[in-house]
């Protein structure tokens, strides 16, 4: 199977007055799953558009494999793409959908007529091709729905019938737009372990458009998350989830949202939360501090609060907590264990101080580093 | 009683609607005395509906104007269709500049009547020795803007998607609009065939503008010349001639009801 890489460099797109992609530069490597992230609206399916050749930029460059397709037709980039509604030819049966992209490259106009084409087609491509929609409806197992129409299949079915028909030419890369949106929640779960496997086994060039980051997360070798026409950041799934670069990576990326709280810099360099000294120190000036939930803990002494709502996730448990000062918390615990709440429902929260996140009021990550503790 | 209520109003809208039809029916196989009875009673005193049938079939050659009606029916819809998918397929789902300004025109373009225009088509035609031709007759109607509104609205709700997988698939425009859009609006393509077929079979207003050769007339002018040569109206074989040409309309509309039906209201044109 054909993999190749893609480069996109100094994309620019507006529509009209809106500047929907702004100086995208972009390297998906040869066999590399990277996902596109980000809010709709960002501009992460008009990037795919454009990779596809469904839209044209502004501005910048397209190279698939070092070959400058720029100007190239959809046609002639090879690529493959699986759209979020599957498009699916609603009146052809499932072998023909299959078929098309091969029917389209391989056989003529007059081959591909209704009737005449019976005549006219060489036998042997048909047969090729035959035996290619048969190895793609094999890998999907749909060999038994090869017969019908889309209309009869159910969502999960299409979907693999859409893959199916993307994979069946050997495309260059696969281009998927939230393929696995229109899915329940059990199939998309199944579909997401399908889709990595069956990447495992061809070895393609993948790029994957999504919302959701848990797809994100769960599939990608490298994200790249947009926002607002720019990559904020690029990265393995680790490095966005462990070491944000800005406020707005740390937001959007993992659930529960990240915990915020407004903290202040002094000239010392020490770090305060709500006028409490931390551990933490780093350069002065007001700054937001994020806590993921995992790193809240219940102490003996820091941050009064009190349980607003608990959430159970069967092995764990999300608490939302409201502190004194008012901003609120979320914090997950084993199920298991007591939550360390009095029986008015109040406790004292700390962190754990060097897997917190610091960011400037530029909004941009800032290193710190542990200093001596003083009473948290 | 308030649930008969309107399938009372709509009994007598059907009624109003249908009597013509039920009249001409009856006229038709009645004798010349009993025309002017007012009784609607189906049965007549006397049965003249075989020599009614006959005079209206054999005075004029009725088989020529259905010939005439079908070939000019038939060549306006082919370019009608030919002409208006394509653009209606431009003006749904390309993006190209002025596509706002096209769409306006057509729309204006459906407000000017045919009477507007006769003069000009047909000094024009006269002038281009055309007249007592098939041509005249098709010519006008030729280009649908009619057509191109009704398949533009169908069009626009075909997925943009499947196109867009059609266009990564490798096919051409006009693979995608003929062999994708125009198969997944085949509803619309019924409902604007009925609509054009009808009003051309029964168009008398055109025809009598450019044609007077008997040989070239559709079966409404036929039957104009009918009653010309009955002078003295024997209504009866009249309305047995209006019978046989109205006829196939009938036939046409009640095979493509289920598309027709589902064509407009698809797409909201009534």
């Known amino acids: 199977m054909s993999r190749q890489s893609l480069n996109l460099s100094g994309i620019r797109k507006g529509f009209g007055q809106t500047q929907v992609l702004k100086d995208i530069s972009l390297l998906v490597r040869e066999g590399e799953f990277l996902s596109l992230v980000g809010m709709s609206g960002c501009g992460k399916s008009t990037l795919l558009r454009i990779i596809a050749g469904l839209e044209a930029p502004d501005h910048g460059t397209v190279h698939i494999g070092g070959r400058d397709v720029t100007d190239s037709d959809p046609s002639d980039r090879n690529l493959a793409m699986v759209f979020q509604s599957y498009a699916l030819y609603p009146h052809m049966t499932v072998r023909h959908n299959i078929a098309t992209p091969l029917r389209m490259r391989k ?3 007059a081959a591909r007529l209704p009737l005449l084409g019976r005549i006219t087609a060489s036998r042997r491509t048909l047969a090729e091709i035959d035996a290619a929609v048969a190895q793609a409806a094999d890998t999907l197992q749909i060999t038994h729905l090869l017969d019908r129409k889309p209309a009869q299949l159910s969502g999960g079915q299409r979907q693999r019938v859409a893959l199916a028909r993307a994979l069946v030419r050997q495309p260059a890369a696969f281009l998927m737009d939230e393929p696995l949106s229109n899915l329940d929640a059990k199939l998309r779960a199944h579909m997401r372990d399908e889709l990595v496997a069956l990447r495992r086994r061809l070895g393609s060039t993948f790029v994957y458009v999504t919302h959701d980051q848990v797809e994100a997360m769960t599939m990608s070798d490298r994200i790249a998350l947009m926002i607002e026409g720019r990559i904020e950041q690029l990265g393995a799934p680790d490095e966005l989830y462990h070491s944000p670069a800005t ?8 659930s529960p949202t990240i915990n915020l709280l407004p903290a202040e810099v002094a000239p010392c360099g020490v770090v305060h939360v709500h006028g409490r000294a931390t551990g933490l120190a780093s350069v002065p000036g007001p700054a937001t501090l994020g806590i993921r939930a995992e790193d809240v803990r219940v102490t003996a002494s820091g941050m009064p609060a009190r349980i607003l709502r608990e959430e159970k996730h069967g092995p764990d448990r999300f608490l939302t907590c409201e502190l ?3 901003e609120t918390i979320v914090l997950r615990q084993k199920a298991s264990e007591p939550t360390g709440a009095d029986e008015n429902g109040k406790l004292c929260l700390g962190f754990v101080e060097d897997r917190a996140h610091l960011f400037g009021a530029d909004g941009l990550r800032r290193e710190m580093r542990l200093t001596e503790k003083v009473a948290a | 009683m308030r649930r008969f209520i309107p399938h009372l109003v709509l009994a007598l809208g059907a009624f109003v609607m249908l009597m013509p039809f039920y009249w001409m029916a009856l006229t038709s196989i009645r004798s010349p005395a009993e025309i002017f009875d007012i009784s609607l009673w189906p049965v007549p005193k006397e049965f003249t509906g075989v020599q009614n049938y006959t005079q209206a079939a054999t005075t004029v050659p009725m088989a020529r104007f259905m010939l005439n009606g079908v ?8 370019v009608q269709v030919l002409t208006a998918v394509p653009a209606a397929y431009a003006l749904a789902k390309l993006r190209f500049p002025g596509r706002r300004l096209l769409m306006i025109l057509v ?10 225009l006769a003069l000009p088509l047909f000094v024009g035609l006269a002038k ?7 041509f005249a007759q098709m010519a006008p109607f030729f280009l649908s803007v009619f057509a191109i509104f009704l398949f533009h609205q169908s069009f626009r709700s075909y997925p943009d998607e499947i196109i867009e997988a059609a266009r990564m698939d490798g096919f051409s425009e006009m693979e995608i609009c003929w062999g994708l859009v125009l198969r997944g609006s085949f509803p619309s393509l019924a409902a604007f065939s009925v609509f054009s077929v009808v009003a051309h079979w029964n168009d008398l207003y055109w025809p009598m503008i450019v044609v007077n050769d008997t040989a070239l007339a559709p079966p409404p002018l036929g039957m104009l010349f009918f009653s010309d040569v009955e002078t003295g109206a024997n209504y009866g074989a009249l309305m047995a001639g209006a ?5 196939p309309m009938v036939v046409c509309f009640l095979l493509a009801r289920r598309h027709f039906v589902a064509g407009i209201t698809m797409t909201g044109v009534k």
Do not use: H, S
């Not at chain 1, 406020?247 to 993992?254: E, P, R, S, T, Y």
């Not at chain 2, 729309?107 to 045919?114: D, E, R, Y």
């Not at chain 2, 019978?243 to 006829?247: L, V």
């Open chain 1, 107 to 109: 056989l003529g106009l």
């Open chain 1, 247 to 254: 406020l707005a990576v740390a937001k959007f990326i993992g």
């Open chain 1, 324 to 326: 004194d000062e008012g």
């Open chain 2, 71 to 78: 070939i000019v029916c038939t060549g306006i819809l082919l």
């Open chain 2, 107 to 116: 729309i204006a373009a459906l407000c000017v009547p045919m009477q507007a």
């Open chain 2, 128 to 134: 281009a020795g055309l007249l007592n031709t098939y």
């Open chain 2, 243 to 247: 019978a046989m040409i109205t006829a």
